[in-house]
T-cell receptor, first 117, second 112 residues
Framework: EAGVAQSPRYKIIEKRQSVAFWCNPI?????LYWYQQILGQGPKLLIQ????????DSQLPKDRFSAERLKGVDSTLKIQPAKLEDSAVYLC???????????????FGSGTRLTVV | QQQVKQSPQSLIVQKGGISIINCAYE??????FPWYQQFPGKGPALLIA?????SEKKEGRFTISFNKSAKQFSLHIMDSQPGDSATYFC???????????FGTGTRLTVIP
């Protein structure tokens, strides 16, 4: 099966600019996650979608970050305006609980590396 | 609050040696404890995972040891190889939240 696709791979912007990331999950995966991974740290959940509804966005800085998942498939994550501390890798993952407990089917994309200067 | 604590931050092991990474968790409601391997420029990839009703799970050179009473689990990599050089993350999965909580990561370097 095809993996989780993300674009762009790299992005460099100036602070206060806006940026958008795109994610295409594995076909049939109902759950989609956006994680922020700051250099040297583990991924931190920003937002979780179940189909096209938001399940958890408690860690999303809503004053500057927004995300949507139209039609329950692709998703976009936007930052506006960006700050220096937003420099990180933004990972998208998708999962299917239908696989059962052996593997909750979390598959990560390769991420988008954002540098804010 | 860091729900999963991981150590060491970095680890250097000779080829053929044993790499050991330790994790501890706070929440007893976690359902599943996976380990992820991440190479530079790639997303984390599932390596091996264990349920809390099992004390040990082995897959090839990789073994998870799980101590439920101590709320600790560890990854052992036997006969470590240079190709194992990567960052390893422990994690805890909450089925109720359908969410993974990651440790801070261990950068493993295996010296030839």
């Amino acid at each position: 099966e095809a993996g989780v696709a993300q674009s762009p791979r790299y992005k460099i912007i100036e602070k206060r600019q806006s940026v958008a990331f795109w994610c295409n999950p594995i076909s049939g995966h109902a759950t989609l996650y956006w994680y922020q991974q700051i250099l040297g740290q583990g991924p931190k959940l920003l937002i979780q979608f179940q189909n096209n509804g938001v399940v958890d966005d408690s860690q999303l800085p809503k004053d500057r970050f927004s995300a949507e998942r139209l039609k329950g498939v692709d998703s976009t994550l936007k930052i506006q305006p960006a700050k220096l501390e937003d420099s990180a890798v933004y990972l998208c993952a998708s999962s299917s609980l239908d696989r059962g407990p052996v593997n909750y089917g979390y598959t990560f994309g390769s991420g988008t590396r954002l540098t804010v200067v | 609050q860091q729900q999963v604590k991981q150590s060491p931050q970095s680890l250097i092991v000779q080829k053929g040696g044993i790499s050991i990474i330790n994790c501890a968790y706070e929440n007893t409601a976690f359902d599943y404890f996976p380990w992820y391997q991440q190479f530079p420029g790639k997303g984390p990839a599932l390596l091996i995972a264990i349920r809390p009703d099992v004390s040990e799970k082995k897959e090839g050179r990789f073994t998870i040891s799980f101590n439920k009473s101590a709320k600790q689990f560890s990854l052992h990599i036997m006969d470590s190889q240079p190709g194992d050089s990567a960052t390893y993350f422990c994690a805890a999965f909450s089925r109720a939240a359908n969410n993974l909580f990651f440790g801070t990561g261990t950068r493993l370097t295996v010296i030839p």
